[in-house]
């Protein structure tokens, strides 16, 4: 790690970090003569200049689901099992008298409740998990 090096000003709270135009180039190559160093800079406390940096945020989410994505990319993930899809598939073919001899409400009343069921399951994890991101992202 490259160590960082107080500026002028020292009871400021201003430190840099030398980023690019070490003495010597990438990989132990010579640096070209109009190489300059770079320098990060950070003011200690001084949060109007580091927001003003545009730096990315720390925070963390783990959350699958937003508001807004939730029913969507909920039914996507559970179509993706196949016994899922197998029975949306005998409630499609129910559908037709020809071909099925039974109600085919028979076939869509356990589906739609598994999927509720699981819906409900899965939504409660996000929430747990978007409170712990909230705690995370909070403390100091």
Avoid: M
């Avoid at 135009?21 to 190489?35: C, I, M, P, S, V």
């Avoid at 927001?51 to 179509?79: D, H, M």
């Avoid at 409630?91 to 020809?98: A, D, M, N, V």
Wanted: charged content about 20%; glycine content about 4%.
């Amino acid at each position: 790690p490259i160590p960082c090096v107080p500026c002028q000003s020292q009871t400021s709270g201003q430190y840099q970090r030398r980023v690019h135009g070490l003495e010597r180039g990438y990989f132990g190559k010579q640096a070209d003569e109009d190489t300059t160093a770079t320098f990060l800079t950070i003011k200690l406390n001084d949060d109007p200049f580091n927001e003003a940096q545009n730096w990315p945020s720390n925070v963390i989410t783990t959350t699958k689901y937003s508001i807004l994505t939730f029913l969507p990319v909920n039914l996507f993930e559970q179509l993706r099992r196949l016994a899922n899809i197998y029975f949306l598939v005998v409630i499609i073919l129910s559908l037709f008298p020809e071909i099925a001899p039974f109600n085919p409400w028979t076939s869509i009343g356990p589906l739609l409740l598994i999927l509720a069921v699981t819906a409900l399951k899965d939504g409660i994890e996000d929430y747990a998990r978007h409170k712990d991101d909230e705690r995370v992202n909070t403390s100091a």
